[in-house]
Structure formats: C-alpha cells, structure tokens
C-alpha cells in the first residue's frame, strides 16, 4: 500500500532567530568574554569550531519549541519504507506534508540549526582574518579549511530541503539585514561545493588528524561532499572526477561484515566518510542534549533510538515498567513494501530488520540488557499485520550497557552520516547517468551486491538496479526522501504527489516577517 500525503501549509522561523549579531563596542567588558579576548589561540579557535560541530546532533535532538526527532519527522517518517505507530491509535505517517504541530515545530529547528551551523562556521572565518592571533600559518590553513566544510554540510542540508534557500557566506553583524534573500538553487549548489573543494585543499586526512581527533572533517570527506553535491546539480562529470579521486586516495573502503559498519564499538570505521560524534552523558539528562535548551551546558549525547526504535517494552510477560511520557511516544517501524525489497540470501536483511524468530535483546529503563528473547512481530502496535521493526543501528550487538544512558533512554552509537557504501552507489548513479552503464553496474554487482552475499541484479534497467540497491542499502539512513526527490518519482511513490513535494514550503507568515526578502520555495 502507498502512502497518502496530505498538503498543509507549514511555517517555521526565518533567519532572525537563529543569527546572533555582535555589537562592536570599543570597550571590552571586564567580567564577561568577548570576541576581542576570546579568539587569539588555536585552542580558541577549536572551541570555536565545536560550536559549529555542535549542531550536527540537533538535527535530532533540539529543543526549540519543545520539539524533538526533527530530522526523524521530515526526512525518516515521510518516506517508503518507514511508518510510525503510536500506543493512542493516532493516525500512522503524521509527517511534514500534513501540518501537524510536531512536523511544523521539526521544520522550524531545522532551519534554526542549520543557519546556526552556519553563522558559527562563519564566525570563526571572520575571526581568523584578525592580524593578531596566536596561531600558526598551518592552524589558520586548517581551521579556514574545517569551518568551510562544516558551512558547506549546512548549506548542503538547506539546499536538499528548501532548494532556493539562503546562501549565508559572512556573519551578519546590522539587524536590520538579518532577512536574507533566497538564493538561485545552482547557485546554493555552487556555493556547496565551492566551501568542499576549499576545504579538501586545506584538511588533514584522517591520519594526519590522528586518533585524538577522529571524527572531524577530512580532506577525503569534503572531496566525497564535493561529489555529492554534484549529483545532486547533476553535473556527472564533476561527480564523477570526484568520486575516482577518493575511490583511487584508499582512504575509505568497504567494511567487509555489513554488520560492522553500524556496531556501536566500530565507530568512525573505515567506511565512515563523516559521522555525528556522540559520548556518554555521565549525569543521565538525555533531555539536554543540546545547547538550545534553557540550561545549555551540553553538545549532543547520543541518540534516542531505544525510545523510538526498540519494542523492548511491549514484549509480552517482559514488559519494562518505566514512568513518564517517553512510552507513548512515536514509535518508528519498517514499512511491508521494505521488508519485501529484500532478496532471500540478502545478507543486510538481518542488520537492517528484525524477521520472526530473531534473537532480540532489549534494554530496559535501568539501561541494562534484557535477557534474550525470541523476536515476533506481534510485539508492534498493529500486532504484526503489515511490517516489522527496524534493526539497523540496533540488535543484540549494540544492546550492551556501555552503549545506553543510565535510564536506557539514549545509547551513543555515532550516526554515519555519509559512508563509503553510499557515495559507491552515487558514484554507480553518476556513471549511468553519463552513459557508463558497465561501470556503474560493476559498482553495484560486484562491491555493493558482493558484500550483501547476491549475484548480479536481474532488474533490466540499470537506473532501476541503482534506485532499489540505495533502497536496500541506506534504508533508515535519511537518505530515501531526498532520493525520492532529486529522481522526481514522488508519484509512483505516494498516492497524491504533486510537483509542489520536490522541495518543502515556506510559510507566507515568515516571507511577511521578511518584509518579502524571502521567498517561497519552488512551486509553493
């Protein structure tokens, strides 16, 4: 069965709420730290750049508006292959498209977190042209480098969900010209790419890093980034130069288990190309994890999987009596048309979902495993009708105590944001898309369908073969609404697409809060 979209107007906040302009006074406070005192060292500066790092993990834990999972609601629950239930019989797929609070509420942080993403990166650039900074010729390289890639992958995100959205390259310090103007779409991409290819020139590579730094941008990662971008302007050329460039640097490669590339004790493996970093939250306030909310001493912790994922407390005579509201949140499953997808012999189908007679251990409030239990789909809300619950970044391999919050609530398994599987399959598609059918299907039949244990695709069509592998492949990975998108098959997807859906709305509330500086999105 297809989804049903129903079309709502949305609205979230414009650019005034996420920018903090600065006042240049001449007198420097004497109990407080200003821009003036605070940027002069490198170590300023780094602390500086995790500011803008920060903001990675907001996309799914923000408290703007008091609303959480915003990435999940716009990117995760609109797609094919995901659905949510929820324990009060409301309707399933309450997502962006049907104006519900939530959903509205996840539009407006996403915005707010990606402009301040953004002003950060961009605040360190406009503090490294200062004359007198303590710092060498070689941090100011790498420090320019890192905040370009970091306002490239914000941009890129605002470019793949709002396609005219503001191209924001300098701190804006006047008030009055905080309502920034929508830019062209090839012009966002543009500038995408132009921060990627900078910063691939001046990043360390992951070695060059070394192990105490593991997880910020690299120079193989911007040039992946300057790749995708490319897909994504449809300029195979470029995208393809990009991807041999780091497909021949040997920085990345395939995880030879499909299993390990989502273990919780494998993280920033080396199919990892870019991952949100998560550490433990040692005094177990999973609500604050975030610098938005009103106590702020804290970046991302982790990831609320357990509550959203897991059906640990449904398990018949093994129910987990925990308190408060969490266990009546939306809970998130596999759609049937997903769990078909999967070939028999596909080796990413028990990673991926649970199928009946699975081992499954759950974690319970205590944050401690479960004993183990025989998987049934009866355990979901529909009691199994149609569907089954996701595995990916789950499973008895990641049920272990050291990966969960003291509650069980969270657990820190870093999300791979960006992995070498996936750009494979980009690349697979630019090639196809250039007219190098050959070479993009050796790229799925012999790396991708190789390692998931399948010979080659029967499918005729080798853009067909490319779209269900990325299918298979990234399933719960955020990628799948994007792809729906950019391939502009929304309406064999959905029952009531319109060409509207290619990007998200702005709301005319906020284009009247810009004095009609900005404007709506394409089509809206």
């Known amino acids: 069965?297809?989804?049903?979209?129903?079309?709502?107007?949305?609205?979230?906040?414009?650019?005034?709420?996420?920018?903090?302009?600065?006042?240049?006074?001449?007198?420097?406070?004497?109990?407080?730290?200003?821009?003036?005192?605070?940027?002069?060292?490198?170590?300023?500066?780094?602390?500086?750049?995790?500011?803008?790092?920060?903001?990675?993990?907001?996309?799914?834990?923000?408290?703007?508006?008091?609303?959480?999972?915003?990435?999940?609601?716009?990117?995760?629950?609109?797609?094919?292959?995901?659905?949510?239930?929820?324990?009060?019989?409301?309707?399933?797929?309450?997502?962006?498209?049907?104006?519900?609070?939530?959903?509205?509420?996840?539009?407006?942080?996403?915005?707010?977190?990606?402009?301040?993403?953004?002003?950060?990166?961009?605040l360190v650039l406009k503090m490294l042209q200062k004359e007198d900074l303590e710092i060498?010729?070689?941090?100011?390289?790498?420090?320019?480098?890192?905040?370009?890639?970091?306002?490239?992958?914000?941009?890129?995100q605002a470019a793949k969900l709002w396609g005219n959205a503001p191209i924001v390259a300098e701190v804006i310090d006047d008030y009055e010209s905080l309502a920034v103007a929508n830019s062209d779409p090839n012009a966002l991409l543009d500038q995408v790419i132009s921060d990627f290819e900078a910063a691939f020139n001046g990043l360390p590579t992951k070695s060059e890093w070394g192990d105490a730094k593991v997880g910020r941008a690299t120079k193989w990662a911007a040039k992946a980034y300057a790749g995708k971008a490319n897909v994504w302007k449809k300029d195979w050329a470029a995208a393809n130069s990009a991807f041999q460039a780091v497909e021949a640097s040997g920085a990345f490669k395939l995880m030879d288990n499909f299993d390990d590339v989502f273990a919780w004790d494998l993280q920033n493996n080396d199919e990892s190309i870019f991952e949100v970093q998560s550490s433990s939250n040692s005094d177990n306030n999973f609500w604050v994890l975030d610098d938005n909310h009103p106590e702020h001493v804290k970046a991302s912790q982790g990831m609320l999987r357990p509550f959203h994922f897991d059906p640990s407390w449904r398990v018949a005579g093994n129910e987990v009596s925990c308190g408060g509201a969490q266990w009546t949140n939306e809970f998130y499953a596999a759609t049937q048309e997903l769990v078909d997808m999967f070939e028999p012999g596909d080796k990413r189908t028990a990673v991926t979902i649970y199928s009946e007679g699975?081992?499954?251990?759950?974690?319970?409030?205590?944050?401690?495993?479960?004993?183990?239990?025989?998987?049934?789909?009866?355990?979901?809300?529909?009691?199994?009708?149609?569907?089954?619950?996701?595995?990916?970044?789950?499973?008895?391999?990641?049920?272990?105590?050291?990966?969960?919050?003291?509650?069980?609530?969270?657990?820190?398994?870093?999300?791979?944001?960006?992995?070498?599987?996936?750009?494979?399959?980009?690349?697979?598609?630019?090639?196809?898309?250039?007219?190098?059918?050959?070479?993009?299907?050796?790229?799925?039949?012999?790396?991708?369908?190789?390692?998931?244990?399948?010979?080659?695709?029967?499918?005729?069509?080798?853009?067909?073969?490319?779209?269900?592998?990325?299918?298979?492949e990234l399933a719960f990975e955020y990628h799948r609404m994007f792809d729906i998108q950019r391939w502009e098959i929304g309406a064999q997807v959905f029952d009531n697409w319109d060409s509207r859906l290619r990007y998200f709305p702005i709301s005319q509330a906020d284009i009247d809060k810009s004095g009609g500086v900005l404007q709506q999105s394409p089509g809206w």
């Open 1 to 122: 069965m297809r989804k049903f979209i129903s079309i709502k107007l949305l609205s979230f906040s414009i650019i005034i709420t996420t920018f903090f302009g600065c006042n240049d006074l001449d007198l420097v406070p004497l109990n407080s730290i200003s821009e003036a005192v605070y940027y002069q060292t490198e170590e300023d500066f780094d602390g500086a750049m995790y500011a803008s790092y920060s903001q990675l993990g907001q996309f799914w834990e923000t408290f703007l508006g008091l609303s959480r999972l915003a990435i999940q609601r716009i990117v995760l629950a609109s797609d094919d292959d995901t659905f949510i239930q929820h324990p009060a019989n409301t309707p399933y797929d309450r997502h962006q498209f049907q104006g519900v609070f939530e959903s509205e509420q996840a539009l407006q942080n996403l915005f707010a977190v990606i402009y301040k993403g953004i002003h950060r990166a961009n």
């Open 136 to 156: 060498s010729d070689q941090a100011r390289t790498r420090l320019e480098a890192e905040a370009k890639f970091l306002r490239g992958f914000f941009h890129f």
């Open 358 to 472: 699975d081992d499954y251990v759950g974690v319970g409030c205590n944050g401690s495993p479960m004993g183990e239990l025989t998987y049934t789909k009866e355990w979901m809300h529909n009691g199994g009708s149609s569907g089954t619950n996701i595995k990916k970044y789950r499973g008895p391999r990641n049920a272990v105590a050291a990966n969960h919050s003291l509650n069980g609530g969270v657990d820190y398994n870093n999300h791979r944001w960006f992995r070498y599987g996936g750009m494979l399959l980009l690349h697979a598609e630019s090639l196809i898309q250039s007219g190098d059918t050959a070479g993009g299907l050796d790229i799925i039949n012999n790396k991708i369908r190789a390692r998931a244990g399948l010979g080659p695709t029967t499918e005729s069509s080798a853009l067909q073969a490319l779209m269900d592998e990325r299918r298979r």
